[in-house]
């Protein structure tokens, strides 16, 4: 098996599945995850659709991120394929929605945003570093401007993204033989993005397509690790609709 391998976790819908479909494009196996398994399979038909003309093959394990078994049958995933080229630690939590203002932030959902967004990545990081060295791969932590400015409402998401980033600036100074990349992809159209506006129409934020050009660059350009955005990433032209504050 001689094709690039990437894993994408959160991949069943939005920015994950979006940018699994690129990849295919670009000719990546692909592996990915998500809880719910029928959507997780039929965005892997989707994301093979996407990807036709171009051999590849695209690998659908349901779970969640969170539990240690699930993250070591992704390894195994890798392992088996004999490669890992890139992981992208895409799916994510909002935590509380509404979002409530830290004095208030129930404690559970907290600990709960801070175990998606945070430690899963880590871990899951920690089991795929020894192929991702051999490969001279590349990680990819999709985290928030939450990671950097302070939203009203937006303490525990953007407490965890902060963690993420910091875990991310860390990992790229230790592991010299991986690119390391942490990266705010801007508002988006999407599940979680309506779910931090609840009731509001989030029409004029981009859907999570345009930006994966952005993505595609820092990979195949194989950029220096540290923190990117988006929409500096992107051609001019494509930045026109990118005018809001992110999350
Ligand atoms: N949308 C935005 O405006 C925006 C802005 C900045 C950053 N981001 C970041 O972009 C990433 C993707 O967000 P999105 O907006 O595309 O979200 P989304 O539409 O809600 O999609 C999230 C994906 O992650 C999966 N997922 C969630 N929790 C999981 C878990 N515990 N284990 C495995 N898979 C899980 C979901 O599937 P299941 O529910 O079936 O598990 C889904 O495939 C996140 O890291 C988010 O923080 C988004």
């Known amino acids: 098996m001689n094709n690039r391998i990437a894993l994408v976790t959160g991949a069943s819908r939005g920015l994950g599945r979006a940018l699994a479909a690129g990849l295919a494009r670009e000719g990546y ?8 398994a029928a959507d997780l399979d039929s965005a892997a038909a989707e994301i093979s659709r996407a990807a036709a ?40 939590t ?45 990680v990819l932590n999709i985290t ?39 990266a705010d992809p801007g508002d988006l159209r999407t599940d979680m993005h309506q779910q931090a506006f609840p009731g509001e129409d989030i029409s004029d934020r981009p859907w999570p397509e345009t930006v ?3 993505f595609t660059r820092l990979i195949t350009e194989r950029l220096p690790s540290g923190r990117y955005r988006a929409a500096h990433l992107l051609p001019p032209a494509a930045t026109g609709s990118q005018t809001r504050a992110a999350r």
Do not use: F, M
């Open 29 to 36: 196996d692909l592996i990915i995850d998500a809880r719910n």
């Open 212 to 214: 994966v050009p952005a």
């Open 94 to 138: 909002l935590g509380a929605s509404p979002l409530p203002a830290l004095a208030d932030y129930p404690v559970d959902e907290l600990r709960t945003a801070l175990e998606v967004n945070v430690i899963a990545p880590i871990a899951l990081t920690q089991l795929l570093l020894p192929l991702l060295r051999a490969s001279g791969g590349a």
């Open 144 to 182: 928030s401007d939450a990671a950097v400015e302070a939203y009203a409402g937006w303490g525990g998401y953007g407490a965890a993204k902060a963690a993420l980033e910091q875990a991310s600036n860390v990992l790229a100074a230790e592991e010299l033989a991986v690119r390391v990349w942490w």
């Open 53 to 92: 003309g171009v051999p590849g093959a695209v690998t659908a394990i349901a779970g969640d991120v969170t539990g240690p078994a699930h993250r070591a049958a992704l390894a195994r995933a890798a392992q088996d394929a004999g490669r890992l080229d890139l992981l992208v630690n895409n799916a994510g």
